[in-house]
């Protein structure tokens, strides 16, 4: 299983300076198969996105983009930032690039028109399961991922987040069997609720009210896992990575 680390793991290296691009060779020393940077840690793009594909290119790592925007804005249109979203990843020379699906459900346009100047041949585009009731739920997004394939955007897939579906009250095992047909990412982390009755993510896959384990087990074996969670130090997150590949 190809094994993916996503920045939020360095949380607090992030907030104390720590860039993205220097975060490359640790990934790579703890033994993952790639990196999953997120836009809103990245402070000057100009010098960072050379920066990431150099380190990633050098360490021979997966690059994976995680873009905290919506595909289709309120009233229904085609978000105008996606061009420069993908120009960016292409700068980093990334696989995969990560989006919510915002209002596809006011959505009238015509998908292979709009998304035609899109390099969808050269980076495929995925959507999660976000923590919104426009974007979390499951038929929310099946009905974009419906509408992608039947235009032809076979290219166009699906992540599925574990831990998110903690915050929006669905059931993770059929959410994984109803999407399982799109998913081609998965994102580990879990949840629980802590001392004060709030749902939060904790620092462990065996730590919440998920067994990951047997979730996973409805979901395609032959696609890119991410550990997309906050840990301390990184004996924490070898031993997670240990934890991970136990299971396969």
């Known amino acids: ?41 990245f402070t000057d793009l100009d010098t960072e996105l050379p920066n990431i594909a150099k380190a990633t290119s050098a360490n021979h790592l997966i690059v994976n983009y995680s873009v905290p925007d919506v595909i289709f804005k309120d009233d ?6 996606l061009a420069q979203y993908f ?17 596809f459900d006011r959505y009238h346009g015509n998908l292979i028109t709009d998304f035609a100047k899109l390099p969808l041949s050269e980076i495929k585009m995925n959507v999660e399961n976000d923590q919104t009731p426009v974007s979390g739920t499951p038929d929310a997004i ?31 095992i059929d959410a994984a069997k109803k999407l399982a047909p799109f998913c081609d990412y998965i994102h580990l982390k879990n949840s629980m609720l802590d001392a004060e009755g709030n749902m939060t993510t904790t620092a462990s896959l065996s730590k919440g009210m998920f067994n990951w384990q047997i979730i996973i087990s409805y979901l395609p074996k032959d696609v890119q896992f991410a550990l997309e969670f906050p840990m301390s130090s990184d004996n924490l997150i070898a031993s997670q990575i240990k934890l991970f590949n136990s299971h396969n």
Request: glycine share 12%.
């Open 76 to 81: 229904g249109s085609i978000n105008p930032k």
């Open 142 to 172: 099946m009905s974009f991922l419906k509408a992608a394939r039947q235009s032809g955007l076979n290219s166009i897939g699906y992540v599925y987040d574990l831990g998110n579906w903690a915050f929006t009250g669905f059931n993770a």
């Open 1 to 41: 299983m190809t094994l993916i680390l996503n920045t939020w793991i360095f949380e607090k290296d992030i907030q104390n300076g720590i860039s993205q691009a220097e975060l490359v060779d640790r990934v790579k020393k703890l033994g993952a198969d790639g990196i999953e940077v997120r836009r809103e840690y």
């Open 87 to 103: 120009a960016e990843g292409q700068k980093m020379g990334i696989s995969k690039i990560k989006f919510n699906t915002g209002h």
